[in-house]
T-cell receptor, first 118, second 114 residues
Framework: GAVVSQHPSRVICKSGTSVKIECRSLDFQATTMFWYRQFPKQSLMLMATSNEGSKATYEQGVEKDKFLINHASLTLSTLTVTSAHPEDSSFYIC??????????????FGPGTRLTVL | GEDVEQSLFLSVREGDSSVINCTYTDSSSTYLYWYKQEPGAGLQLLTYIFSNMDMKQDQRLTVLLNKKDKHLSLRIADTQTGDSAIYFCAGYPTDNTNAGKSTFGDGTTLTVKP
């Protein structure tokens, strides 16, 4: 169990458009979901933490109006990159945690979404 | 906050053992994890160790924890070409208010040569 999916896996869009990425926990309820950004050959950079039904907590330096996060249910969180620009091109990874049990904090990662902005 | 450091690259021959090292600053981290990331994919949990343990073995994987030196290592026995990937160590805080918010190292790229 503990499978997390992301959709789409790859997206190419024009500069100025908005792109929505979905993150779903398929077989468990995720009290908390995390959104990361990863540049080539670099580590994961945490962008924001979202809890179902409440506003996301953004990390320092991440523009909340640029990267809109909605955690509408215990199994779905979405990241919308608004007015995307080429510098937003990156690999976006989400993760989800159950928030209960002995390993309540353990994160289960999605397969990632490759965003390319032309 | 927690700082986690790793060596960036490691190259070994198939069949040899690989040792990937990690150092961390926050000694209160209760859980320390190792993840594997293959190209273009998300992170796969490999193993984890609690801070009250010194060693954990899981098939070809052995995790050693030196709490005094704040040093964590992952040993892969009989390394195979399929083990080529980026390996991340991550520390989780004990504070419940930050439950799940972890700090990742920069990742070690393991290359296995046939």
């Amino acid at each position: 169990g503990a499978v997390v999916s992301q959709h789409p896996s790859r997206v190419i869009c024009k500069s100025g458009t908005s792109v929505k990425i979905e993150c779903r926990s398929l077989d468990f309820q995720a009290t908390t979901m995390f959104w990361y950004r990863q540049f080539p050959k670099q580590s994961l950079m945490l962008m924001a933490t979202s809890n179902e039904g409440s506003k996301a907590t953004y990390e320092q330096g991440v523009e909340k109006d640029k990267f809109l996060i909605n955690h509408a249910s215990l199994t779905l969180s979405t990241l919308t990159v608004t007015s995307a620009h080429p510098e937003d091109s990156s690999f976006y990874i989400c993760s989800a945690s159950k928030g209960q049990g002995a390993l309540f904090h353990e994160q289960f990662f999605g397969p990632g979404t490759r965003l390319t902005v032309l | 906050g927690e700082d986690v450091e790793q060596s960036l690259f490691l190259s070994v021959r198939e069949g040899d053992s690989s040792v990937i090292n990690c150092t961390y600053t926050d000694s209160s981290s209760t859980y320390l994890y190792w993840y594997k990331q293959e190209p273009g994919a998300g992170l796969q949990l490999l193993t984890y160790i609690f801070s009250n343990m010194d060693m954990k073995q899981d098939q070809r994987l052995t995790v050693l924890l030196n709490k005094k030196d704040k040093h964590l290592s992952l040993r892969i026995a009989d390394t195979q070409t399929g083990d080529s990937a980026i390996y991340f160590c991550a520390g989780y805080p004990t504070d419940n208010t930050n439950a799940g918010k972890s700090t990742f190292g920069d990742g070690t790229t393991l290359t296995v040569k046939p």
